[in-house]
């Protein structure tokens, strides 16, 4: 079963504009980390924010983590058409290692 | 290696047909895992080793699926009387510790 929930499910921008997905989750949590997976590729590994941070940043990026409502955000700034990618987030229930994935929300970037 | 390595990239068995994948994990990585990804969702937990130990196997959906790792590096993801259910891209991971996984490409699995 899937423990996070992205929001929205698809989002098509142009490019230079920001692209911004949400994520929903049910129980309390250690970390959550965001992946992006290319079509037909593996998930590599973006961003990771602990549950006693609220904001982090790396590069384009922006990932921001709300406890209380269990919910967490992507930005990405100034898209790319290469940032078009399908994108998860992926939480872990406190004290295990096992990493539930959301649905993901599949951007596309025009350019 | 440099990364995760998993074979075949693509596999097509027929229905009730056995089949194994292979994934070679980054070297030293004591932590592995298997996914399972159906299209248009997102990955599902399916089994997780240390080393060679399988300490969880809860998200095999059933008997036919079983994973091994017996020298605590390549492990392998043995289907059983594929059914068609059982198509999906299966992905594994590894990990020094228990987060920031690097994942493999993946292997594409179609039963007709």
């Known amino acids: 079963s899937q423990q996070g929930e992205e929001d929205p499910q698809a989002l098509s921008i142009q490019e230079g504009e920001n692209a911004t997905m949400n994520c929903s989750y049910k129980t309390s949590i250690n970390n959550l980390q965001w992946y992006r997976q290319n079509s037909g590729r593996g998930l590599v590994h973006l961003i990771l924010?602990?549950?006693?941070?609220r904001e982090k940043h790396s590069g384009r990026l922006r990932v921001t983590l709300d406890t209380s409502k269990k919910s967490s955000s992507l930005l990405i700034t100034a898209s790319r058409a290469a940032d078009t990618a399908s994108y998860f987030c992926?939480?872990?229930?406190?004290?295990?290692?096992?990493?539930?994935f959301g649905t993901g929300t599949r951007l596309k970037v025009l350019a | 290696g440099a990364g995760v390595s998993q074979s075949p990239r693509y596999k097509v068995a027929k229905r009730g047909q056995d089949v194994a994948l292979r994934c070679d994990p980054i070297s030293g990585h004591v932590s592995l895992f298997w996914y399972q990804q159906a299209l248009g969702q997102g990955p599902e937990f399916l089994t997780y080793f240390q080393n060679e130990a399988q300490l969880d196997k809860s998200g095999l959906p059933s008997d036919r699926f079983f994973a091994e790792r017996p020298e605590g590096s390549v492990s392998t993801l043995k289907i059983q009387r594929t059914q068609q259910e059982d198509s999906a891209v299966y992905l594994c991971a590894s990990s020094l510790s228990t987060w920031g996984y690097t994942f493999g490409s993946g292997t594409r699995l179609t039963v007709v």
């Open positions: 992926a939480t872990d229930a406190s004290g295990t290692y096992k990493y539930i």
């Open positions: 924010i602990r549950s006693n941070e």
